[in-house]
């Protein structure tokens, strides 16, 4: 009985721990993408909807995009530069 019990306690102090350390990577993610001058993607485990850049075509998340003139940009440079080819 005292084995399974010693069982039990590690493995919920495994789970604890894990769930911690999870919160704190996601965090500090957060943290550097607010640094990073972007809005953090949802963590939730809804996708993210993509755009596509009006001059590259390049699809990226809805995030990460620039929104100039009423349309998407995957950088500033693309959105000074106009639509593509």
């Known amino acids: ?8 306690i590690v493995i919920l102090g495994v789970m604890l721990t894990t769930r911690i350390l999870t919160r704190y990577h996601e965090s500090s993610q957060r943290r550097s993408a ?6 953090s993607a949802p963590i939730s485990g809804n996708p993210e909807p993509m755009v596509r850049c009006a001059h590259c075509s390049i ?7 620039v ?5 998407t940009w995957c950088c ?5 530069l106009g639509p593509g080819a």
Not at 59 to 65: G, L, N, Y
Not at 76 to 80: G, I, V, Y
């Open 1 to 8: 009985m005292g084995k399974v019990l010693l069982w039990v």
């Open 67 to 71: 929104l100039s003139g009423g349309k």
């Open 34 to 39: 607010e640094k990073a001058g972007r809005a």
């Open 59 to 65: 699809h990226i998340p809805r995030s990460e995009a």
């Open 76 to 80: 500033t440079e693309h959105a000074k």
